[in-house]
């Protein structure tokens, strides 16, 4: 696997390997991070090493999947950032989960500003999408921040969500 690592003025970003299966484990198994990506259920050890495994693969065949999010000290780990296949789209949504200590602060808009970049410029997507669930805010206004449009509110697994939208042709206005 190439080096797919990721800096921003403030973080880097480094792809999860099957080693960080308990790191993302824990992460998730955050209430903060749990109540709108999981469904406020906790996953077990199988399942995140499933996700490890099906992590490298993407990154070796596709060129994408899950980046941790650190500090530039290399120490402070806050969340992670990615594409991943989630609802029924043709192609991966662009996803961000911090643990709460670390949002208000620009993170998740710098982490995911990046990952956009990335999938314009180095995959060469022509749009990304990235769905929350309605309460869920602030997961909201990062992708406004990141220039995505609102493009439908639907039912997914018996939740309402709600999906933006963002062209390639638009760019990137980030306003943190």
Request: negative net charge; proline residues 4%; hydrophobic residues 40%.
């Amino acid at each position: 696997m190439e080096n797919l690592n990721l800096e921003t003025k403030r973080l880097q970003l480094s792809p999860f390997i099957p080693e960080d299966s308990k790191v993302f484990q824990l992460l998730n198994g955050d209430a903060f991070i749990r109540k709108y990506l999981w469904g406020d259920e906790i996953i077990d050890a199988m399942l995140a090493d499933d996700i490890m495994e099906q992590n490298i693969r993407h990154f070796e065949d596709d060129q994408f999947g899950l980046w941790k999010i650190q500090l530039k000290d290399g120490e402070t780990l806050m969340g992670y950032v990615g594409l991943w296949y989630f609802v029924d789209e043709p192609q991966p949504q662009l996803l961000y989960a911090l643990l709460q200590p670390f949002t208000e602060k620009g993170y998740a808009t710098e982490a995911s500003s990046a990952i956009v970049d990335y999938a314009f410029k180095r995959l060469g997507l022509q749009y990304l999408i990235a769905a929350t669930d309605e309460p869920h805010m602030a997961s909201q206004r990062v992708a406004k921040r990141l220039g995505m449009s609102f493009m439908e509110k639907r039912i997914e697994n018996e939740k309402p969500m709600v999906f933006f939208k963002l062209e390639k042709h638009q760019g990137n206005k980030i306003l943190v």
